[in-house]
């Protein structure tokens, strides 16, 4: 079983929302659609759905062309951000409502619905109403409902946004085991790289209704194969700065060093380098660390880390160190970075090198 989108774009007043795409999603995998606010998130998942019809290109699930098949004709369960459960009605009739408007038996539909309150936990609180309920069970009582369908394909569009932090990271646990049980395609769409690398699986990075890449999710992050992508799939995004490899040497704005692992193999030229804000250090790493001279900007602390944001002549930067730091606001500031952790990208942005330490995971 597998949904497979070939040259599916999706134009609305003109405006493009989506660029022809081509993506093969296999059964019972996890893919996550990442990318920032207007990326294009959940208009492709709207055409995958067929709430929409796509302006070109075509779908086909489990071989069968569906582009123009409606969406209650289709195998699919979609949760929004803004989960809705019926007031009214006890759990158990909740998770039983889609059941009964497809005209399923009252004796299936007990069996699935116990069964999937079983895999949501949920099973004690049948007899409540919604608002009887935790916001994180409101959630869970809104993913069965979704689920009980034994839709083929599960799109999840921004689900944990409103859940407060305790919640997210609770039911960011509990989604990969309820994806493994049920056998289903999962699509989750989200704005966070570390909620992407929580959930595995697949990843497809998009950036202005185009999707970068689609791969391991793993892999895309330790290989962005542009730099639109590493920014994509970097929180707070990917840092970059001029750099000339010349002979043995790599020169990264006015930090220097002795080229090592994969930049030893670059052709002498100007490339652009990229690196991650978690990987500036305020304490020199090692003795062969690039060093560089910044004016501190602002600084933000989240109580174990601080994020400090720099310039660096006409780049600006972020970095993220441990620990709480008592920073002078536009002071002088050097910081470092090991060149192990340095990506370099063609000035026209594609991959050239990945980092060594990306090379080595």
Known sequence: MALVLEGVSKLVEGQTHIYPTDLTLERGTMNVLLGPTLSGKTSLMRVMAGLDAPTTGRLFWEGQ???GMRVQDRKVAMVYQQFINYPSMNVYENIASPLRLMGV??????????????????????????????????????LARALVKEAGLVLLDEPLANLDYKLREEMRAEI???????????????????????????????????VTQFGLTPKVYRQPKDATT???FSDPPMNFTRMVKAGEKISIGEGQSKASGMLAGLADGAYLAGFRPDHLRIAAPHAEALEFQCRLRVTELTGSETFIHLDHGNDRWVGLVHGAHDLEFGAPLKVWLDAAHVYAFAESGELVAPAGYAQAA
């Open 65 to 67: 062309d569906v582009t």
């Open 105 to 142: 038996g009252k004796a299936e539909i007990d069996r699935r619905v116990r069964a999937t309150a079983e895999m949501m936990k949920l099973s004690a609180m049948l007899d409540r109403k919604p608002l009887e309920l935790s916001g994180g069970q409101q959630q869970r009582c809104a």
């Open 176 to 210: 990969p085991r309820i994806f493994e049980e049920s056998g289903a395609i999962f699509v989750y769409a989200t704005t966070e790289p570390e909620e992407a690398l929580l959930l595995g699986g697949n990843v497809a990075t998009l950036w202005e209704g185009r």
């Open 230 to 232: 590493a920014r994509v």
